[in-house]
């Protein structure tokens, strides 16, 4: 196997493995919670492989202009005491994940517009004061599988590099 065909395979493993970080259920503050909402994010995630400055390259993004303007926020998270999110983002992941507006007094009341409307400036608010926690779903994912086959990578790159000083017929 050339190393271009084991990095595509790394590749794809490490993105398969990204995508099952994103889908686990995970117990936050005693409850099980899932990091999707509509799956948009992890089904576009994708990997490219290229060469840039006569050095290869592999880039793990996402094939898709809507979730890349949070796929960094989900894997880094946002600091505390930056700016309000957008909006109108916010009040489709409530609707997506089906959440509902509560009283003061923590009961459940009508899911009016404008109760809908407070509830998400309120989310918006609260992620400017205290930020996002980060998810590591793709940093995660290259240290795994890097660990589990780093070492076929390396095999792969000395036969590689034998076969390379071994073409002008001179031994090493």
Do not use: H
Not at 6 to 24: H, K, P
Not at 126 to 142: E, M, R
């Amino acid at each position: 196997m050339t190393i271009k065909e084991l990095t595509d395979d790394i590749s794809r493993d490490i993105v398969e493995r990204a995508q099952r970080n994103l889908g686990a259920t995970r117990t936050v503050n005693g409850k099980k919670r899932r990091a999707v909402a509509s799956g948009d994010l992890k089904s576009s995630l994708t990997y490219k492989n290229r060469t840039r400055y006569n050095k290869p390259e592999v880039i793990f993004t996402t094939d898709s202009d809507k979730t890349k303007q949070y796929a960094d926020v989900v894997e880094f998270g946002r600091r505390a005491g930056a700016r309000m999110p957008p909006i109108a983002p916010i009040k489709e992941w409530v609707k997506i994940k089906n959440i509902r507006p509560r009283s003061k007094n923590g009961g459940f009341i009508k899911a009016s517009e404008s109760e809908i409307d407070k509830m998400v400036w309120n989310i918006a608010r609260s992620i400017a004061k205290n930020g996002i926690k980060p998810l590591y779903y793709y940093t995660d994912a290259i240290e795994a599988v890097l660990e589990e086959r780093g070492k076929e990578f390396e095999d792969a790159l000395a036969q590689e590099l034998d076969a390379k000083l071994n073409l002008n017929g001179r031994s090493k």
